[in-house]
């Protein structure tokens, strides 16, 4: 992984749902951008160490590197970040299948187009975190409803960006290589699919940013292990210190996410140039 | 002896709905012909040259082509996430990854050290070189060239012209070369075909060597405008 914290800093977010451009690394990170930051950190410290913020409300960012360090120790926040990571994964890995399969009938058949299209777009403007009752009902509350809430949020964005992605296919470029001899088949793998990429890789961002947002829900709202659980078992004890370590865990498992799909879009998007 | 035909249309007609684009038209194409078809828009010239490329197959009548058919359109369409020397063997089944060929072919058209560059770095007119060996890769017996100068600039065209010109001699393949340039058809044709309301309404042959310069069918010229429908007085 090529993407550090500085990186991370020293770029400002492209706008969003515009394609993202392979963002060029600095060599040279602007320190300057580290000035406020550290501010508001020492600031935090100061407050806490003098008593302005007590430890009851926010821990000071030192007391929270210490638990970070304890939990890391004990084995905690191991096992609490490998629960995570599994339900991410099986939840996307389950929601981007549903998305691509989708969206790929949906965008190359009339009739896929037809019959698919109208219920995912119905479905779509349902607040899918405002299915979590129903899940329990369904589902109970072990790891599936959270693994189905995180499926859910992946595959509406991904879905809608492939099948956008499809429809958007230069018809010249499909005529083109119809006069070369090309099979439906053919124009399928070496023109329709590669057009749609770019659109697909924005709609990989957007819906592992809502797995995040989904997971931590599903977790919040009901667990027995994984990090929010971990956050929720803090807040019995009145443990700040922890579920601010467990917060910075989410946070930085979303920037990697992020990065991935960064990485790879500088290595698939090559051809457009920075 | 008889000639060789690549291609032969008869009676050919095609209809968009009610309103018949080409009506009972007949030609042929003969082996290393170089054939210029002009018309207005809307003549039904491109239509022609679809028909031929197998892209619009919903036709009455016959187009024929026998051997291998390769299409330059106006644009290059090129596929940008590919490189250059790969667009370039696109059509080429079992050679497809056959990189000597492709450099081979982009040396004819002197892009030779733009084998590795992305499409979206070459101008104009040298994405529409790529694309001209895009197709004579294929070593077609048909070269369809659908105005392919029109969206160039002037002096890109002229080099353009030459370039073309030379590679007929060169690889000799059939070509239609369907323009609304009268001087283009004039410079590169052996046979001008003017097509008007569906059905080709006059036919010059060119018999000037080549390379030729733009006053040596001066005569021919003055007719075809007429057929085109416009005057002298009107270019005057």
Do not use: C
């Amino acid at each position: 992984m090529s993407l550090s914290a500085t990186d991370v800093l020293a770029r400002p977010e492209e706008g969003s749902g515009a394609p993202a451009r392979p963002a060029r690394r600095r060599r040279l990170p602007d320190l300057r951008r580290w000035i406020s930051p550290i501010a508001l950190l020492v600031l935090w410290q100061l407050a806490s160490s003098t008593g302005v913020l007590s430890p009851d409300q926010l821990s000071s960012p030192w007391t929270v590197l210490q638990a970070g360090v304890d939990t890391a120790r004990s084995g905690e926040l191991g096992e609490a970040f490998a629960v995570s990571i599994a339900r991410v994964g099986l939840g996307f890995a389950f929601g981007a299948g549903v998305a691509l399969v989708l969206g790929v009938i949906a965008g190359l058949s009339r009739w896929g187009g037809f019959l698919i299209d109208p219920p995912v777009q119905m479905l779509r403007t349902l607040p899918f975190l405002g299915l979590i009752p129903l899940f329990i009902l369904w589902f109970g509350i072990g790891e599936e409803p959270k693994i189905v809430l995180v499926a859910l949020g992946v595959t509406f964005p991904l879905y809608l960006n492939i099948h956008s992605g499809i429809r958007n296919v230069d018809d010249h470029l499909v005529e083109a290589t119809t006069a070369l001899g090309y099979t439906r088949w053919e124009r399928l793998i070496h023109v329709v699919l590669p057009s749609a990429v770019p659109q697909t890789l924005v709609g990989l961002r957007q819906s592992l940013g809502v797995a995040w947002l989904a997971l931590i829900v599903g977790e919040t709202v009901n667990a027995d292990a994984g990090l929010g659980y971990l956050i929720n078992n803090a807040r019995e004890f009145l443990r700040t210190d922890v579920i601010v370590v467990g917060l910075i865990v989410y946070a930085a498992l979303g920037l990697l996410t992020d990065a991935v799909v960064r990485l790879i879009e500088r290595r698939a998007l090559r051809w457009r140039g920075n | 002896m008889a000639r060789e035909l690549i291609a032969r249309v008869h009676g050919l007609t095609k209809r968009f709905g009610d309103r018949a684009v080409l009506s009972d038209v007949d030609t042929e194409i003969g082996r290393g012909e170089f054939v210029a078809l002009l018309g207005r828009s809307g003549s039904g010239k491109s239509t022609l040259l679809r028909i031929l490329a197998g892209l619009d197959s919903a036709i009455e009548g016959e187009a024929r082509v026998d051997g291998a058919v390769s299409v330059a359109f106006q644009q290059p369409r090129l596929l940008p996430w590919r490189r250059v020397w790969r667009n370039v063997v696109l059509g080429l089944r079992d050679r497809g990854r056959d990189r000597t060929l492709a450099e081979r072919a982009l040396a004819e058209v002197r892009l030779a050290d733009h084998a590795d560059a992305w499409p979206r770095t070459l101008s104009g007119g040298e994405a529409q070189r790529v694309s001209l060996a895009r197709a004579l890769v294929r070593e077609p017996d048909l070269l369809l060239l659908d105005e392919p100068f029109g969206a160039l600039d002037a002096l890109t065209r002229l080099a353009m012209h030459r370039l073309v010109e030379d590679l007929w001699t060169e690889h000799r393949p059939g070509v239609l070369l369907v323009t609304h340039d009268v001087d283009e058809a004039l410079l590169l044709a052996d046979r001008v075909l003017v097509l008007g309301e569906g059905r080709i309404i006059a036919e010059h042959v060119l018999d000037h060597p080549r390379p030729r310069a733009l006053s040596d069918h001066i005569d021919i010229r003055a007719r075809v405008l007429a057929d085109l429908g416009v005057t002298d007085h009107a270019i005057a």
